[in-house]
């Protein structure tokens, strides 16, 4: 079974809150993020065709910023996978036409503040830290940003948790708007190529066939 296939089986699966697919995650991205007001969980899909290598560095970004982690897996992956994983990410395997729970995934306590404010735009973070009355980070670039979420006491983990969770919900109708746009795009272009290849055919078709030459007559022989 391949990821498309995989995911349509997936989504129905969360209820509650958005989900989006493809959130960029550190040096990765992770297959599909489900979103409460709660929560973030992220989920790495793992087809047939798909292979293990990458898997460590998913886990070491997914565990800076995801509350809750699942891998959803074929079964001719499962027994390779299992000794990658920490205990407290969940499995959820294709079995036939449908996915079933291999375990759960427990909470995940590794979660950083400067990996979890990646998730958003930088002027989104520095509008939650003027928020909280630290001007001084108005003028900062992202990598200043980053390295004072890294080393600083005054941000609670919970609050910018939070305030991550609601800005991911709230940009998802931007994010739905934009896929139809590109998706609408993607369909005029589909359909110029079409036009233009049946304006060639037909006229390939109009063109007249060239005209058949008859064989030169051979010389008579001479007597003699």
């Given at each position: 079974?391949?990821?498309?296939?995989?995911?349509?089986?997936?989504?129905?699966?969360?209820?509650?809150?958005v989900?989006?697919?493809e959130?960029?995650?550190?040096?990765?991205?992770?297959?599909?993020?489900?979103?409460?007001?709660?929560?973030?969980?992220?989920?790495?899909?793992?087809?047939?065709?798909?292979?293990?290598?990458?898997?460590?560095?998913?886990?070491?970004?997914?565990?800076e910023?995801?509350?809750?982690?699942?891998?959803?897996?074929?079964?001719?992956?499962?027994?390779?996978?299992?000794?990658?994983?920490?205990?407290?990410?969940?499995?959820?395997?294709?079995?036939?036409e449908?996915?079933?729970?291999?375990?759960?995934?427990?909470?995940?306590?590794?979660?950083?503040?400067a990996?979890?404010?990646?998730?958003?735009?930088?002027?989104?973070?520095?509008?939650?830290?003027?928020?909280?009355?630290l001007?001084?980070?108005?003028?900062?670039?992202?990598?200043?940003?980053?390295?004072?979420?890294?080393?600083?006491?005054?941000?609670?983990?919970?609050?910018?948790?939070?305030?991550?969770?609601?800005?991911?919900?709230?940009?998802?109708?931007?994010?739905?708007?934009?896929?139809?746009?590109?998706?609408?795009?993607?369909?005029?272009?589909?359909?110029?190529?079409?036009r233009?290849?049946?304006?060639?055919?037909?006229?390939?078709k109009?063109?007249?066939?060239?005209?058949?030459?008859?064989?030169?007559?051979?010389?008579?022989?001479?007597?003699?």
């Amino acid at each position: 079974m391949n990821d498309p296939e995989i995911r349509a089986l997936l989504y129905p699966l969360l209820p509650g809150g958005v989900y989006i697919d493809e959130l960029p995650t550190g040096t990765t991205r992770a297959d599909v993020v489900h979103i409460t007001p709660d929560f973030l969980h992220g989920y790495e899909v793992k087809g047939d065709a798909d292979t293990l290598q990458r898997v460590p560095n998913q886990l070491r970004c997914y565990a800076e910023v995801y509350d809750f982690v699942t891998f959803v897996v074929t079964e001719k992956h499962l027994p390779k996978l299992l000794p990658l994983l920490p205990d407290w990410v969940g499995v959820l395997v294709v079995v036939g036409e449908e996915l079933r729970p291999h375990r759960a995934a427990r909470y995940n306590a590794t979660v950083e503040p400067a990996p979890l404010a990646s998730l958003l735009l930088l002027e989104e973070v520095k509008q939650f830290l003027l928020a909280r009355g630290l001007h001084g980070v108005s003028s900062l670039r992202r990598a200043e940003v980053l390295h004072f979420l890294r080393t600083t006491q005054l941000v609670p983990l919970s609050s910018l948790a939070r305030y991550v969770r609601e800005r991911l919900m709230a940009r998802l109708p931007e994010r739905m708007a934009a896929r139809a746009e590109r998706k609408e795009e993607r369909q005029r272009l589909a359909g110029l190529r079409k036009r233009r290849q049946a304006r060639k055919a037909a006229r390939k078709k109009a063109r007249p066939a060239p005209a058949a030459t008859k064989p030169a007559k051979k010389a008579p022989k001479s007597k003699g």
